[in-house]
């Protein structure tokens, strides 16, 4: 398929390229690094070979969220978004960008996120998970009170917000103990990332701002094969919810939630999503550089999915949730 849209598609400055340096091998380092600082070269090549139209990109994990000092976290999103701001100015017709935001000040967010959509013309946020405020220990999740004004503000802009996952501090990661290999992409980040959206889900968020649109990567983080018995386990038991949200988990799930199928280039997986939230809420992501845009590419292309489905989730839905038809000329 020609056309292809990808939003889950990260680059890195110097001084966060590192972050991502435990994701592969210390062999396979300097590839992933020269991936990770490499914008108009190499991944052009691999868009036009693969068929992709267009990347939305994002600023690598977990970068700004793991700065305790708030001014600091501040001053690196700012910087990080000036510069994707300059990238894609030098082509706009392939590129667009997602804002990084300083999630430990809910309000110095909401400002960064105005700006960025406002006279930086992003087309939304992409956020690595939670944030750590204050000290590298505390891990701060966007379902609390103090965060409600910055859900106001995401939701005034119009602008889709990504929860891309992060792996959990070490004082809570102690159920991967003696099995480091579960943590990042393997398991450990499904895990958190499906946490914290649930949060979200349960805490009434969506009640008060029902116009909100949440992206989770990794065709939802495990989410849609655990809708059902989220919401019906011990159905025999005739009690309440004991979460604040006013109606079913999988309600929210379906209304204010889009999936997209970077790093999980699986038809099983694919078609379970479909059933579960629709075609019209799945969108083609890659997950480069850390996953390969041709193994996304033949994967998707071939899936078997109608072409219909394969146009929207491939495409259009892009399209239409990011408002990108003027710079794709339709």
Request: net charge negative.
């Amino acid at each position: 398929m020609q056309g292809k849209i990808g939003l889950e598609e990260h680059f890195a400055l110097e001084e966060t390229v590192m972050d991502s340096a435990g994701f592969a091998p210390e062999t396979h380092w300097p590839e992933l690094r020269a991936r990770l600082l490499d914008i108009h070269e190499r991944r052009l090549r691999e868009m036009d070979a693969n068929g992709m139209a267009m990347m939305l990109l994002s600023l690598n994990a977990p970068a700004v969220q793991a700065i305790p000092d708030t001014d600091r976290a501040c001053e690196v999103a700012r910087r990080a978004n000036d510069f994707l701001a300059e990238q894609v100015a030098r082509r706009p017709d392939r590129f667009q960008g997602l804002a990084a935001l300083p999630m430990q000040d809910p309000e110095r967010a909401a400002r960064e996120l105005e700006r960025c959509v406002q006279d930086l013309g992003f087309k939304g946020a992409l956020v690595n998970g939670f944030s750590q405020v204050g000290d590298p220990h505390t891990a701060v999740y966007y379902d609390l009170p103090r965060y409600r004004p910055f859900w106001a503000t995401v939701e005034a802009l119009g602008a889709p917000f990504y929860l891309h996952p992060r792996n959990p501090l070490p004082a809570d990661a102690r159920i991967y103990d003696g099995h480091p290999w579960l943590l990042g992409p393997t398991w450990g980040f499904g895990q958190e990332t499906a946490v914290h959206a649930l949060r979200l889900m349960c805490s009434g968020l969506f009640d008060a701002y029902p116009g909100l649109a949440i992206i989770l990567g990794h065709m939802g983080e495990g989410l849609p094969y655990s809708m059902w018995r989220i919401d019906n386990r011990n159905a025999w038991i005739e009690t309440p919810p004991r979460y604040p949200a006013r109606r079913r988990i999988a309600e929210y799930f379906r209304e204010n939630f889009y999936l997209t199928t970077s790093g999980n280039f699986r038809t099983q997986t694919l078609i379970d999503a479909i059933l579960e939230v629709g075609a019209d809420r799945i969108l083609f992501s890659t997950d480069w550089p850390f996953e390969n845009v041709d193994h996304a590419a033949r994967w998707f292309d071939s899936a078997s999915i109608s072409e219909r489905d394969r146009e929207k989730i491939g495409r259009t839905n892009a399209v239409e949730l990011f408002g990108l038809a003027p710079l794709l000329g339709g």
